[in-house]
């Protein structure tokens, strides 16, 4: 499996601007897809973004417009960039990495978002 690691999370009012980073060990981030979780408490965790090796995206619903999913296969590294930050965003989003149907998961990080 592919060891992840996120950063970025953290505590901010609404309407306000956090980017989460992942980077991934190993040499096949390029050919990764790569995509965002996240779980709110008492809830299943849901598909918040997804970039494909040729950098095709995904987005929720509840998150178009708002977020943006990119990747830096040089660093390795995937982003979410997240605008106009709602209450409802709160959560602890996880970093998926999924490569020939193996699925590597980091260990997730906090967003808290005050109204």
């Known amino acids: 499996q592919v060891q992840l690691v996120e950063s970025g999370g953290g505590l901010v009012q609404a309407g306000g601007s956090l980017r989460l980073s992942c980077t991934a060990d190993?040499?096949?981030?390029?050919?990764?897809?790569m995509a965002w979780y996240r779980q709110a408490p008492g809830k299943q965790r849901e598909l918040v973004a997804s970039i494909t090796s040729g950098g095709s995206t995904n987005y929720a619903d509840s998150v178009e417009g708002r977020f943006t999913i990119s990747r830096d296969n040089a660093k390795r590294t995937v982003y979410l960039q997240m605008n106009s930050l709602k209450p409802e965003d709160t959560a602890v989003y996880y970093c998926?990495?999924?490569?020939?149907?193996?699925?590597?998961w980091g260990q997730g990080t906090q967003v808290t978002v005050s109204s």
């Open positions: 190993g040499m096949f981030f390029s050919i990764s897809a």
């Open positions: 998926n990495s999924r490569l020939l149907g193996v699925d590597s």
